[in-house]
């Protein structure tokens, strides 16, 4: 995202250090920001954000937030328009990405056990493996666990789970391949209650959202199980696509937090954004690597940060 708004505000890098706050630039003397200028440059600011895979109403809501906080008003001699709206940009999207915030450690933590978390997404987003990194951050809580390998409509999903569950000891409950997957995270639950473990992970299938089977299934593992918790594993990478993904399992069966993954690999940051605006939940991790320990919770200041870092 840096690379498509720097051409904008002709930066550098970020040593051409800021204030932190709009108030600091906006003054009562200097020249006054007036329609035709923050116009020109608001327009270019919409071509960055969307080079940046930005959803359409974001950018909207981002310019009107910027447009309000500084047209009519005065930019200090010291500061040019650009820095301005650089500062007016970065709060903008903060305000975005804050506007719902949720503790999984905190909820997780005091909430009455066992408690069941059920994680939606299509395939190749990283949810088995953000399952497991989950886990192994229970387990490192002193929480016990339980993952339900409830995506039997792949006999591989079913293997990998298994396997992640070898490497951090904990109880897999699975059933052959092709299995009613509301059974299995049935029987994942009875087992942490009679076995006394704190959390049910469970996995499910992960075919094209479109597909109406699916979700019926979807639907019925969630009536059966009763989940505390559906969160939405989404693939920062994926842009509009990840975007649309979330409108749909949150419209057809509930999201309450996103995990994003491959937030490592350049992702533009687009999705972070859109996700957070268009279904007004909560981003509660992102997955920065493969190995158990390289997912982070999310924290807007830092996810902003790293937009504008060079």
Do not use: C
Request: zero cysteines.
């Amino acid at each position: 995202m840096f690379e498509a708004l720097k051409k904008l505000f002709g930066l550098k890098k970020e040593e051409e250090a800021l204030p932190a706050e709009v108030a600091e630039v906006i003054g009562d003397s200097g020249k006054k920001i007036d329609e035709k200028d923050l116009d020109e440059i608001l327009w270019q600011l919409e071509l960055g954000l969307m080079e940046a895979d930005v959803a359409v109403p974001v950018v909207e809501e981002i310019k009107r937030e910027v447009r309000a906080e500084l047209l009519g008003k005065r930019v200090d001699k010291r500061f040019s328009l650009e820095d301005a709206i650089k500062l007016a940009l970065k709060n903008a999207i903060e305000n975005i990405l804050r506007q719902n915030t949720f503790d999984f450690d905190d909820f997780v933590t005091k909430h009455e056990k066992p408690v069941v978390i059920m994680f939606v997404g299509i395939n190749g987003t990283g949810k088995t493996t953000a399952i497991a990194k989950l886990t192994n951050r229970l387990q490192k809580m002193g929480l016990t666990t339980v993952l339900s390998a409830s995506d039997t409509f792949r006999a591989g999903a079913i293997e990998q789970l298994s396997i992640h569950g070898d490497r951090l000891a904990t109880k897999v409950i699975k059933h052959s391949a092709g299995g009613d997957p509301a059974a299995v995270a049935y029987d994942a639950l009875e087992h942490a209650k009679a076995r006394k473990r704190d959390v049910v992970l469970v996995d499910t299938a992960g075919r094209m959202q479109t597909n109406v089977n699916l979700m019926d299934e979807m639907k019925k593992i969630k009536r059966v199980v009763k989940p505390h918790l559906m969160v939405f594993v989404g693939d920062a990478l994926a842009g509009n696509d990840a975007i649309e993904q979330a409108r749909v399992f949150d419209k057809e069966v509930g999201i309450d937090a996103v995990i994003l993954t491959k937030i490592d690999a350049d992702a533009k940051g687009g999705a972070a954004l859109s996700i957070a605006y268009t279904i007004k939940k909560p981003i509660a991790f992102l997955s920065t690597g493969q190995e158990y320990e390289e997912i982070v919770k999310f924290d807007s200041k830092w996810m902003v940060d790293r937009l504008f870092s060079s």
